[in-house]
């Protein structure tokens, strides 16, 4: 069964601190996508990567960067944290080469994180 | 730009109720359009697709069909159970040139026993 894993299902952190949120992604897609979901705005795109080394970033990516160093994993960093990051992360994964129509995300059950 | 618009939620039904949500959208060219559905303390799973005008998704009970005319993809379902309560998202993108997908905010449905 194809996954997207993501490391923690729950993390609690202290404002200003680094934060890492890790993604694996066992069907060998080209393209990861990192988005956060909150309570009436839905899904907000932060970063996404089509390829490793390569990143893009998404319509709120401030306070927050990535890191591709191999196909499978992607990893998103919150530098500084602060309590208005506090939301579910939510990675997802897909294939589909540029210009092809994407047929459709596979995505990990997603991480709560609390900043205090 | 581009856009999605969901009903507001939440949708509350009986069980065996006919369901219906409704989904818009704004895009220039032709997009491809998605129904997705997370349950309780999950991630997003894809639930049905379209990827060209008046093609019909269709899993799990689940239809909606990509209304060009109308810009629509509306989520129907004839007979509700009390374990499709979740939250369902409308999603769209592009055909080509963008990985990114568009989401609407998502409705939540409640189906009562």
């Known amino acids: 069964d194809v996954k997207v894993t993501q490391s923690s299902r729950y993390l609690v952190k202290r404002t200003g601190e680094k934060v890492f949120l890790e993604c694996v992604q066992d069907m060998d897609h080209e393209n990861m996508f990192w988005y956060r979901q909150d309570p009436g705005l839905g899904l907000r795109l932060i970063y996404f990567?089509?390829?490793?080394?390569?990143?893009e970033k998404g319509d709120i990516p401030e306070g927050y960067s990535v890191s591709r160093e191999k196909k499978e994993r992607f990893s998103l960093i919150l530098e500084s944290a602060s309590t208005n990051q506090t939301s579910m992360y939510l990675c997802?994964?897909?294939?589909?080469?540029?210009?092809?129509?994407?047929?459709?995300?596979?995505f990990g059950s997603g991480t709560r994180l609390t900043v205090v | 730009g581009d856009s999605v618009t969901q009903m507001e939620g939440p949708v509350t039904l009986s069980e065996e109720a006919f369901l219906t949500i409704n989904c818009t959208y704004t895009a220039t060219g032709y997009p491809s359009l998605f129904w997705y559905v997370q349950y309780p303390g999950e991630g997003l799973q894809l639930l049905l697709k379209?990827?060209?005008?008046?093609d019909k998704g269709s899993n799990k009970g689940f239809e909606a069909t990509y209304r060009k005319e109308t810009t629509s993809f509306h989520l129907e379902k004839g007979s509700v159970q009390v374990s499709d309560s979740a939250v369902y998202f409308c999603?769209?993108?592009?055909?080509?040139?963008?990985?990114?997908?568009?989401f609407g905010t998502g409705t939540r449905l409640k189906v009562l026993a």
């Open positions: 990567s089509y390829d490793v080394k390569m990143k």
């Open positions: 379209a990827t060209k005008a008046d």
């Open positions: 999603a769209l993108t592009k055909e080509a040139g963008t990985y990114k997908y568009i």
């Open positions: 997802a994964s897909s294939s589909g080469d540029w210009g092809v129509p994407n047929y459709g995300y596979t």
